[in-house]
């Protein structure tokens, strides 16, 4: 006699990351849910990134669930290398180049960060996350978040958690769209609607949810914020260079990334302006782009850092 199997499929599980991202709209998302009624395909894994949607289903493989992860691990370590150079050009009126350059222990740091994220950018290519060379200090990916080993890799499972359900809604408004026959006349203009719907479903019903739950409001904001911002360095990162300018499939990086991270309402000093910031300075000095702008906040140099990448 066949035995039933107690796995959740992989729609609910699915389902249940949306849910534990965004708690106070879990109701919503199970209704959306039940609505549409797609599938989510599990697709195995192949060289390059798989993750899109048509009208039925939600596609991604494994293989794209690890390279969140590894990508993610590493941009968090952005902080310890470039947060010091922030801290000096703040201090001192340097530009930021200037900054970089007199902080003395910045070399090994960005070394070893740049090693990183190659690694995860050897991923793309990669068949299978087992081809490539695995950093040694960044965990393997698991659901125990528990049984990390430390708290800076229990906030990066966090983010890694916002930032992949940042883009499953990101793909699930593309299946509203498809299935209403409701898509915007361009598929450029298309993503950027779906990277706004997305941010706002994870961002709009805070107050009530901080208020319930007898959260800080600025903290639990900026937590979501800097996963989404975190969703946008990844984004960036699987978007082929000879599409950063746009073309008839994809809008601009440079007006994603603003989408995605830009006009919050956050306190000056909050760490959603440092940690972004930090992950803007990475992927600006991996282009080797120029940083010769003084700013006086980290919020100033989050908008000029965004204005410098279009």
Not at 27 to 41: F, P, T
Not at 234 to 253: D, K
Request: proline fraction near 5%; include cysteine.
């Amino acid at each position: 006699m066949a035995t039933m199997s107690t796995e959740p499929s992989d729609r609910t599980m699915v389902l249940h990351l949306l849910r534990g991202a965004v708690p106070e709209r879990a109701d919503e998302i199970s209704a959306l849910w039940r609505q549409y009624g797609h599938a989510v395909e599990i697709a195995p894994n192949t060289k390059g990134i798989t993750m899109n949607a048509d009208a039925t289903r939600i596609k991604f493989d494994t293989k794209t669930i690890d390279f969140f992860w590894l990508l993610g691990f590493s941009a968090w370590r952005a902080i310890e290398v470039y947060s010091p150079a922030l801290v000096i050009t703040s201090l001192t009126g340097m530009s930021l180049d200037q900054a970089l350059d007199s902080d003395a222990e910045r070399g090994q740091f960005e070394f070893d960060y740049k090693q990183r994220t190659a690694s995860a950018q050897s991923l793309i290519a990669a068949e299978r996350a087992a081809d490539i060379s695995w950093p040694a200090d960044v965990p393997q990916p698991t659901a125990d978040r528990d049984g990390l080993g430390d708290s800076q890799q229990k906030v990066a499972f966090d983010l890694v958690g916002l930032a992949l359900a940042f883009a499953l809604l990101h793909e699930f408004r593309h299946v509203m769209y498809c299935a209403d026959n409701s898509a915007p006349s361009t598929l450029p203009e298309e993503e950027i609607a779906c990277d706004v719907w997305a941010r706002d479903f994870m961002m709009s019903g805070l107050a009530a949810y901080a208020k319930e739950y007898g959260h800080n409001y600025d903290q639990v904001q900026q937590k979501r914020a800097m996963g989404i911002a975190f969703a946008a360095v990844i984004i960036h990162t699987l978007t082929p260079t000879h599409a950063h300018w746009g073309n008839r499939q994809y809008p601009p990086i440079a007006e994603r990334l603003t989408a995605m991270i830009s006009g919050y309402s956050l306190p000056a000093d909050s760490s959603f302006w440092l940690v972004t910031a930090c992950l803007l300075i990475a992927l600006m000095r991996k282009e080797n782009s120029p940083l010769d702008f003084v700013a006086n906040s980290n919020q100033e140099m989050v908008e000029m850092l965004l204005d410098r990448l279009r």
